[in-house]
């Protein structure tokens, strides 16, 4: 048999995935659960990709607000707008959540669906993470593929529950992953259907329809997929209550949790300002989440 | 080879439908659509199953009133409670939109989600369509089965994009349409996530989420399913802007309208006190849909 999970080195996280999944798919074992209910969710941030030092997405907001400055002269004295243009991102960001919204808003609402998504696609085509200089969709864990394909093989269906903004990873979610556009959840913005000169549009709106993190990702699994994954990916406490409910059903689970401790491979934080990993390590033993510990159980972290 | 749509009679209809999918089929043709996009959406009320005299949802909130009465004594004496339980839903409806949603949310919140699941399966296993004393799960139609069949059988995936609550039809759409509920698009209300005694739930609030109708229809497509339709099937002006979203694209589409027409195997109605099927039909030719004569292209309604 070829090791479905070869960049995962010998140890309880790998032995526990490939127990589970051993449970899950054994006919006529009490642990068995039809494929059509094999539902597996994983964050994106951190789990599938670097978010060090930010997320690919603020990049993106940044870069898309330095291009978009020729068009708005009053965005050189007007805040978050100017600090982010002086390169002052620690500044942009101390309005806080009204600073960001303003951010996200100026970059992600104003155009049409399509126009958006070839915004996003030209932006990955040529954008590079700053410490390794490679596109960020190269910036995926390696181990975490192997993961999804050996789930996919044995009739699971994956899906992405991420705070990012459903949008901005439906273009590269399905090259990069694997994971077709209906299966991604995310944060969204309202939008709106129109006839513009009796061609069907829709325009992406200037205001938050969803933000999906914390107790908003139970309630967007429910609201989106309609049943209880078996099994749940994460790695901050954004995933805390998704890993809760992915665990709490009647039959076998898994809850897994990517703990970022190498810091030569990768970087190595609890803590950072994309989020803490606190509440969910405490829970992990009680609720028997499996603690992924980057530097000891992957012998490869990206696809170098 | 045996004709996938045995229900359906020769004609315009059926032809439209056979060689709509023999061309997306077509491998190295100009027409041909990979599997991965071959998506395709159906409204239920009046597309798939009966709508008439009343939506199924309907009889369900209904009957939900006269079974809750007795914990309400307070209904007795309060609109549009009292209409419902003297069995007069004409005067109940009279305060339009602010009643429904009253009775609705008397319904369909207040609940776990697991409970109010546990509510519609008891209700549909007892319930029945008044005029034929069949189960609402039984008036499904016969040709729409086969068409659901057919398109899976060539590589589409099906999706529901109904006004009707998602998580009414959750529970039964998978039984009775092979519909899975990752792929059931509906009206919601607003759900919250909960920790009772250290257990996740989801819970049910009094307080409309999104509603599924109209505009509302193709902004439902692009944000559940992220990819524009090649293939939808309505039967009134709730279907018109996801017709128009779904035929507007580059490649080959199918837009197709059920038109009820057939009084005595099921009912004649263009327009109804659950809709209207009035500028679907006048844009069906400019834009190229398929208008369905129950009457005439089908030979069977129902699976007798």
């Not at 806080?96 to 104003?110: F, K, N, P, R, S």
């Not at 549009?201 to 908003?216: H, N």
């Not at 790695?235 to 990517?258: E, K, R, Y």
Request: glycine fraction near 8%; charged fraction near 20%; charge should be negative.
């Amino acid at each position: 048999m070829t090791d479905p999970l070869p960049s995962w080195n010998d140890g309880l996280a790998k032995g526990a995935i490939l127990d589970f999944v051993a449970q899950v798919t054994a006919e006529h074992s009490s642990t068995f659960v039809p494929p059509g209910d094999r539902i597996a969710t994983f964050d994106n941030d951190g789990t599938l990709w670097c978010e060090h030092p930010m997320y690919g997405q603020a990049f993106f907001v940044f870069d898309r607000i330095r291009t978009l400055a020729p068009q708005h002269p009053e965005w050189q004295a007007q805040e978050p707008f100017a600090s982010v243009l002086r390169g002052d991102i620690k500044a942009a960001l101390a309005g806080g959540e009204q600073a960001l919204m303003a951010l996200v808003m100026a970059t992600h609402a104003g155009m049409t669906h399509d126009e958006f998504t070839a915004i996003v696609q030209a932006w990955l085509a040529t954008a590079k993470h700053p410490q390794t200089q490679r596109p960020f969709t190269e910036m995926v864990y390696q181990p975490m593929l192997e993961l999804l394909a050996y789930l996919r093989a044995n009739d699971f269906k994956t899906f992405i529950v991420s705070g990012g903004g459903v949008e901005f990873m439906r273009p590269w979610a399905e090259q990069v992953y694997g994971i077709p556009p209906e299966q991604v959840i995310g944060s969204s913005i309202k939008t709106q259907f129109e006839l513009r000169d009796g061609q069907p549009t829709i325009v992406r709106l200037p205001e938050l329809y969803f933000f999906d993190d914390k107790a908003g990702k139970p309630v967007a699994i429910q609201h989106y997929i309609g049943r209880r994954p078996i099994a749940a990916f994460g790695n901050s406490d954004g995933d805390l209550q998704m890993l809760q409910w992915a665990t709490a059903g009647a039959g076998a689970s898994l809850g897994l949790i990517v703990r970022h401790t190498d810091g030569d491979r990768e970087f190595a934080y609890d803590t950072s300002p994309m989020g803490r990993l606190e509440q969910a390590l405490v829970e992990a033993p009680q609720r028997g989440w499996v603690v992924v510990d980057m530097k000891t159980d992957w012998n490869r972290i990206f696809n170098d």
